[in-house]
Structure formats: structure tokens, C-alpha cells
Nanobody, 119 residues
Framework: QAQVVESGGGLVQPGGSLRLSCVAS????????MGWYRQAPGNQRELVAS???????DYPDAVKGRFTCSRDNGKDTVYLQMNNLKPEDTAVYFC?????????????WGQGTQVTVSS
């Protein structure tokens, strides 16, 4: 069964950095677009980065210039480098695959990885 496993979260001070990883299994990773999402308590899950199979990336304004998404098809892994983190970035971060739109993810959601930005 196809699945994703996220890792790399933690507690970081405002202005700090984290690099999240997401390993996919059970699918032809190189042919799928991938997205990073986050969900803060009381909020809906939101898309924070997407990367196509041809490595084109897109970000919402809230993270543009601070977050960078990349992928390594040889390792079936997608990364999210997060710099200049802010308290409002605190959330559980998830990744998922999609075919046409990141609003319609393909796989069951993983456990996610907690990111807490606090002094």
C-alpha cells in the first residue's frame, strides 16, 4: 500500500530553520507531483508548497521566500527547507502526492511531523 512518512520536525526559535523530509513508498514516486501541507490546531489543513514531477515549485504568499521544496527521485523523498520560521508556522506538517491538483491528494495521510516555533 502506498504511504508517506514525514520526519524532521521539532522545536525551534523564531528566525530558526528546519528541514523536513518525506519518504514515499508503494508508488512510482518520480511520476507524481508532491505537496507539503500543514494543520494548526483549530485550523484546516493548508498547502504550503508543491513540486511537480518536473521539479517546478509553487508556494503561497505566507511562506514564499522562506520555504523551499525539493525532491530526490533516487530516494523517493521530498524535502521542505524552512528558514526564518515564525510562531505562526507552528503546525503539524504533512506531505502527500497528487496527480492533477494539490487540493486533491492521492494517498492516505501520514502521521505528520510537529513543528513548533517558540522562544
Amino acid at each position: 500500500q502506498a504511504q508517506v512518512v514525514e520526519s524532521g520536525g521539532g522545536l525551534v526559535q523564531p528566525g530558526g530553520s528546519l528541514r523536513l523530509s518525506c519518504v514515499a513508498s508503494g508508488l512510482m514516486f518520480r511520476f507524481f507531483h508532491m505537496g507539503w501541507y500543514r494543520q494548526a490546531p483549530g485550523n484546516q489543513r493548508e498547502l504550503v508548497a508543491s513540486i511537480t514531477e518536473s521539479e517546478m515549485t509553487d508556494y503561497p504568499d505566507a511562506v514564499k521566500g522562506r520555504f523551499t521544496c525539493s525532491r530526490d527521485n533516487g530516494k523517493d523523498t521530498v524535502y521542505l527547507q524552512m528558514n526564518n520560521l515564525k510562531p505562526e508556522d507552528t503546525a503539524v506538517y504533512f506531505c502527500n502526492a497528487y496527480v492533477r491538483s494539490p487540493d486533491v491528494p492521492t494517498l492516505p495521510w501520514g502521521q505528520g511531523t510537529q513543528v513548533t516555533v517558540s522562544s
